[in-house]
């Protein structure tokens, strides 16, 4: 059984860090590029950051250079999302995404996401 876990989310002061962890489980995670997601109210889903499967690539969308970092240890199944500097307009859910290297979105995997609110 597929599962994508993250945690790590809640409530910070603008400025401020949090490290999201997502967990995956069910499926060769090493065959698989990562990439967190976000979903702000009324807004459409947007890709944040991504990795690929051996981590010699990484993106992300402008707005989160320089503050966001995107990691991945394949030894223990796990993607995480480093947040420094943190905005207001940083506030959404943040969800994980598992999709294989090779295959695309014929193999393509979401976690139940986790909510990130930065306000003073």
């Known amino acids: 059984q597929v599962q994508l876990v993250e945690s790590g989310g809640g409530l910070v002061q603008p400025g401020g860090s949090l490290r999201l962890s997502c967990a995956a489980s069910g499926f060769a995670f090493g065959a698989y590029d990562m990439s967190w997601h976000r979903q702000a109210p009324g807004q459409e889903r947007e890709l944040v950051a991504v990795?690929?499967?051996?981590?010699?690539?990484?993106n992300y969308v402008d707005s989160v250079k320089d503050r966001f970092t995107i990691s991945r240890d394949n030894a223990k199944s796990t993607v995480f999302l480093q947040m420094n500097s943190l905005k207001p307009e940083d506030t959404a859910v943040y969800y994980c995404?598992?999709?294989?290297?090779?295959?695309?979105?014929?193999?393509?995997?979401w976690g139940q996401g986790t909510q990130v609110t930065v306000s003073s």
């Open positions: 990795i690929t499967s051996a981590g010699g690539r990484i």
């Open positions: 995404n598992a999709q294989h290297a090779l295959w695309g979105p014929k193999r393509n995997y």
